[in-house]
């Protein structure tokens, strides 16, 4: 009896430490071991995605996603009017030698993440595309691995996120139809809310995101991101995003990547911060 309870109780032990030690995140449904992360951004003219683009690096350099393979894209714009928010200084600070510029050459980035793409997709990964912007440059990546892999089921194997209404009504309609047709295409609710179903990554009030994040690399990105869109921001016809005006911060276009990675959960930007805090690693 004594040694059976014995066994009962470390079975149960063993089993709590497993619960309690669990992961909320693990980058489901992902797969870093084969998988392609693609992180676009239209830039045009919210300022929003500078933010984004800070909170992304962030979610990467979390150990959690030390084996994910990415790429970002700028310039994924569509067919809205506007000047462009040029943060090609954060881009390189986020991603280093991991992003291409679709609005300086759109023919080059196009090329550079169609061989990113058919490499994963020969080696038997997945395509995740956030779009944090429209989808027209999703559409010409997806014409391009369907002429050079017509016999890969892409429905299956790619799969488009976006969370914005705007977004698709500014995409060039014929090629959001085409999206929508090839490949699996997941409408998510507005990031810029709470309560709906995704996490709402639109702060209208400063957020202590400096107590949360103590890596130079990433207090450099942060602090680049916000003085550019701080500069740019309602500037020589732009859009006005109010909540940056105010002090707070935006990366709504975030929705889309926690979702790829299984943590929607969260519930605004405190909770994003909370969540991939390097403080947090560090105790």
Known sequence: MKLALTVLISAFLLSYSVQVNADPGQLDPFHPDSDLYLAHFDLKTDVDDVHSVAAVATMLADSRFSGVRYHAVAGTYGLQEGEYVPAEGVFDLAFGEHWSDAHKDFGNALSEVSDL???????????????????????????????????????????????????????????????????????????????????????????NWREKIGDARLTAIWTSAIEVANRYNGADGRYLNEAIQDGGLDFSDVAETTWIFGFNYLADANDFFEEFSDKNQEM
Request: neutral net charge; proline residues 7%; aromatic residues 6%.
């Open 117 to 207: 793409s058919i490499k994963a997709l020969n080696d038997g990964g997945s395509i995740w595309i956030a779009d944090g912007g429209q989808s027209d440059f999703s559409a010409a990546l997806i014409r391009r691995i369907q002429k050079q892999l017509p016999e890969i089921p892409l429905k299956d194997r790619v799969t488009v996120v976006q969370h914005a209404n705007w977004n698709e009504e500014v995409t060039t309609p014929g090629d959001l139809a085409f999206v929508k047709e090839s490949v699996t295409y997941q409408k998510l609710p507005s990031g810029n809310g709470t309560g709906n179903g995704s996490p709402g990554f639109r702060a209208a009030t400063p957020v």
